[in-house]
């Protein structure tokens, strides 16, 4: 059964800072990575996609990484900003037939200061 | 553009009432569609899923049921509300090409 870790839970950082939040996942027989934004009380939105043939994505100040053979994942974001502040949840797609079935992490709550 | 509807955004429903809960797809065919609950202070749940009109998986035993009567519809209801019913709930699709994920923006469902 795959199982999806978020480290670290949470993470208060000053404004400005370059930050990296860590996924890491058991199977490493996945189909893609994607990495989703929740703001409080909203849905999920979606940031990155990664392919399990991909290394790496990168949109704006965001990049992510993907080393499929270690199960890991990393989110890096480029000078931080306060509008950055929300809750970021990694899934993973299992390969196969598997209908499109994501494993969610429990998430890492990032709050930047002005 | 693809965009996902949920509805009701909030929903206060006392323990033993019915619920139902609708999301809509527009700007695709033939979606995979989800239902996932998020529970405080846990990560998100698959309810069910549907990959057609009229075909239902259920992913864990509970007290709710799906239905896919159209295919950009899919709705969770319940006969009787229970208390371990409360949480954030969250419709997703799919496209056919079995890549990227979209969330709507959520129902809160509080069973008092």
């Known amino acids: 059964k795959q199982e999806v870790t978020q480290i670290p839970a949470a993470l208060s950082v000053p404004e400005g800072e370059n930050l990296v939040l860590n996924c890491s996942f058991t199977d490493s027989a996945i189909y893609n990575l994607q990495w989703f934004r929740q703001d409080p009380g909203k849905g999920l939105t979606s940031l990155l996609l990664i392919q399990s043939s991909q290394r790496e994505q990168t949109s704006g100040r965001l990049n992510a990484s993907l080393d499929k053979s270690s199960g890991r994942s990393t989110l890096y974001i480029a000078a931080s900003q306060p509008g950055d502040s929300a809750t970021y949840l990694c899934?993973?797609?299992?390969?196969?037939?598997?209908?499109?079935?994501?494993?969610f992490g429990q998430g890492t709550i990032l709050t930047v200061h002005p | 553009s693809q965009t996902i509807h949920q509805w009701p955004a909030t929903l206060v429903q006392p323990v033993g009432s019915p619920l139902s809960l609708e999301c809509t797809v527009e700007?695709?065919?033939?979606?995979?569609l989800y239902w996932y609950r998020q529970a405080a202070g846990r990560g998100l749940q698959l309810l069910f899923y549907s990959v057609g009109i009229g075909q239902i998986s259920s992913e864990v035993p509970q007290n709710l049921s799906a239905s896919r009567p159209q295919d950009r519809q899919f709705i969770l209801s319940s006969k009787k509300l229970l208390l371990s019913d409360s949480g954030f709930y969250l419709c997703?699709?799919?496209?056919?090409?079995?890549?990227?994920?979209?969330f709507g923006q959520g129902t809160r469902l509080t069973v008092v």
């Open positions: 997703a699709w799919v496209g056919v090409l079995n890549t990227e994920a979209f």
């Open positions: 899934a993973v797609k299992p390969g196969g037939t598997s209908y499109g079935k994501l494993t």
């Open positions: 700007g695709t065919s033939n979606p995979n």
